[in-house]
């Protein structure tokens, strides 16, 4: 990793140095990996294996440029494995509220979610996921927004999972159809921690019946990616992660003012201690929050069947690949937006973590698991894969002796 000051301004630089001691010691900042962390062994460059299926994990993709490089670069990896890929929109399709809002606001959801689905339908089956945001953004009217949007992309010829919207789930479904190699289980995270307005008459309706549920759709031999919005362990800032720069710099975090390289590291270090002692919903230290991933983590503890079993989310906006917790690995990847890259750090379960818009690419087949994690401002990403499981008995990754910790 870079020095942490190296990518400022001369008047930053000046700034941090005199400041970097005295916030680290008072308030313990950490450094983002703007530059990749990477723990995970190299798998070979080469097409889709025959036999194989291609999955592509695309979250937060909902305020998106035009162009959209992540969206042509996803479009260009469902054609070269057309027919055998689906993409997977992990939520918060949407922003700032999904279909919820004025009829500027709805239009924009609307043509959004029109660019994601037509990105990449000519060559991929499209999957939608709630997000919060799509959840009128975790507010009142989140259970009548989350509902039209999955009409709204069900009528765009997508899949729209859980099967009824505004319920938890779970729903499984078997890639491909006919003959699958990969079971993906998807359920809204969001209605396990939405304050307001939820489905009523929900099948399953209760903590043990969710559990039941899962641990249900995970007896398969398939290799299984469980996929929804919040992650079951992250070290971005729903984590409570705060990069040493928010601590110095508070006012770049207010739209549209980056330039404000203003050294308030009282008042920086104010926000993310206020958040924490609050334990918001949306963050690891939630209390629904804790209860949704004690509730996953229950349903995976009791499933003994599948080979190897991935949980897919997005929420932070960062790249990262987690081992466990419970699960053989956590991907995060929330960067399905350029220019909406978020910090994050580094644990001791980290095998992968970058600071990078993006998103990521699973190849599934008989000879295991490959992982591309792809950001489109390096276009050499794309021919970078790596390993996460030789076959499909267990996973073939071994934790380095010494690994950056945040």
């Given at each position: 990793?870079?020095?942490?000051?190296?990518?400022?301004?001369?008047?930053?630089?000046?700034?941090?140095?005199?400041?970097?001691?005295?916030?680290?010691?008072?308030?313990?900042?950490?450094?983002?990996?703007?530059?990749?962390?990477?723990?995970?062994?190299?798998?070979?460059?080469?097409?889709?294996?025959?036999?194989?299926?291609?999955?592509?994990?695309?979250?937060?993709?909902?305020?998106?440029?035009?162009?959209?490089?992540?969206?042509?670069?996803?479009?260009?990896?469902?054609?070269?494995?057309?027919?055998?890929?689906?993409?997977?929109?992990?939520?918060?399709?949407?922003?700032?509220?999904?279909?919820?809002?004025?009829?500027?606001?709805?239009?924009?959801?609307?043509?959004?979610?029109?660019?994601?689905?037509?990105?990449?339908?000519?060559?991929?089956?499209?999957?939608?996921?709630?997000?919060?945001?799509?959840?009128?953004?975790?507010?009142?009217?989140?259970?009548?927004?989350?509902?039209?949007?999955?009409?709204?992309?069900?009528?765009?010829?997508?899949?729209?999972?859980?099967?009824?919207?505004?319920?938890?789930?779970?729903?499984?479904?078997?890639?491909?159809?006919?003959?699958?190699?990969?079971?993906?289980?998807?359920?809204?995270?969001?209605w396990w921690v939405h304050l307001f307005e939820r489905g009523e008459g929900c099948v399953p309706g209760s903590r043990a019946d969710f559990v039941a549920a899962m641990r249900a759709e995970l007896q398969t031999s398939l290799p299984v990616v469980i996929a929804a919005h919040h992650p079951l362990v992250t070290h971005g800032a729903h984590g409570g992660f705060t990069d040493w720069t928010t601590h110095l710099f508070p006012l770049r975090a207010i739209p549209g003012m980056k330039w404000a390289w203003i050294p308030l590291p009282g008042l920086g270090s104010l926000y993310p201690a206020v958040r924490?002692?609050?334990?918001?919903?949306?963050?690891?230290?939630?209390?629904?929050?804790?209860?949704?991933?004690?509730?996953?983590?229950?349903?995976?503890?009791?499933?003994?069947?599948?080979?190897?079993?991935?949980?897919?989310?997005?929420?932070?906006?960062?790249?990262?690949?987690?081992?466990?917790?419970?699960?053989?690995?956590?991907?995060?990847?929330?960067?399905?937006?350029?220019?909406?890259?978020?910090?994050?750090?580094?644990?001791?379960?980290?095998?992968?973590?970058?600071?990078?818009?993006?998103?990521?690419?699973?190849?599934?087949?008989?000879?295991?698991?490959?992982?591309?994690?792809?950001?489109?401002?390096?276009?050499?990403?794309?021919?970078?894969?790596?390993?996460?499981?030789?076959?499909?008995?267990?996973?073939?990754?071994?934790?380095?002796?010494?690994?950056?910790?945040?």
């Amino acid at each position: 990793m870079t020095h942490p000051t190296s990518s400022l301004p001369p008047r930053a630089r000046r700034a941090a140095g005199v400041c970097l001691l005295a916030v680290t010691t008072l308030t313990g900042p950490a450094c983002s990996m703007r530059t990749a962390a990477v723990h995970l062994p190299a798998a070979a460059q080469t097409p889709i294996a025959p036999g194989a299926y291609r999955l592509l994990l695309i979250g937060d993709a909902g305020e998106l440029r035009d162009p959209e490089p992540i969206l042509d670069v996803a479009s260009g990896l469902a054609a070269t494995a057309s027919g055998r890929t689906t993409a997977l929109y992990l939520g918060d399709n949407a922003y700032p509220a999904g279909l919820h809002g004025d009829a500027a606001a709805r239009a924009k959801a609307v043509a959004t979610l029109r660019r994601q689905y037509g990105s990449v339908s000519a060559h991929a089956q499209v999957v939608f996921l709630p997000g919060n945001h799509d959840w009128a953004k975790y507010g009142r009217g989140g259970l009548e927004a989350i509902r039209e949007q999955a009409t709204f992309v069900r009528g765009l010829g997508a899949t729209f999972l859980p099967t009824v919207a505004g319920c938890p789930g779970p729903t499984r479904l078997d890639l491909p159809a006919g003959a699958p190699v990969v079971r993906v289980i998807a359920f809204d995270s969001q209605w396990w921690v939405h304050l307001f307005e939820r489905g009523e008459g929900c099948v399953p309706g209760s903590r043990a019946d969710f559990v039941a549920a899962m641990r249900a759709e995970l007896q398969t031999s398939l290799p299984v990616v469980i996929a929804a919005h919040h992650p079951l362990v992250t070290h971005g800032a729903h984590g409570g992660f705060t990069d040493w720069t928010t601590h110095l710099f508070p006012l770049r975090a207010i739209p549209g003012m980056k330039w404000a390289w203003i050294p308030l590291p009282g008042l920086g270090s104010l926000y993310p201690a206020v958040r924490h002692a609050k334990k918001h919903e949306q963050d690891l230290r939630g209390r629904r929050n804790g209860e949704m991933r004690a509730a996953v983590a229950e349903a995976v503890a009791g499933a003994t069947m599948p080979p190897i079993v991935l949980y897919a989310a997005g929420h932070d906006h960062s790249q990262q690949v987690l081992e466990g917790p419970g699960v053989d690995f956590s991907l995060v990847t929330g960067g399905g937006a350029s220019r909406n890259k978020t910090p994050v750090g580094c644990g001791k379960d980290t095998l992968f973590a970058h600071e990078a818009d993006g998103f990521m690419v699973l190849d599934v087949g008989p000879d295991g698991l490959r992982l591309a994690v792809i950001n489109p401002a390096d276009p050499g990403s794309s021919q970078r894969w790596f390993r996460l499981a030789r076959g499909l008995a267990a996973p073939d990754v071994t934790p380095p002796a010494r690994r950056c910790q945040g």
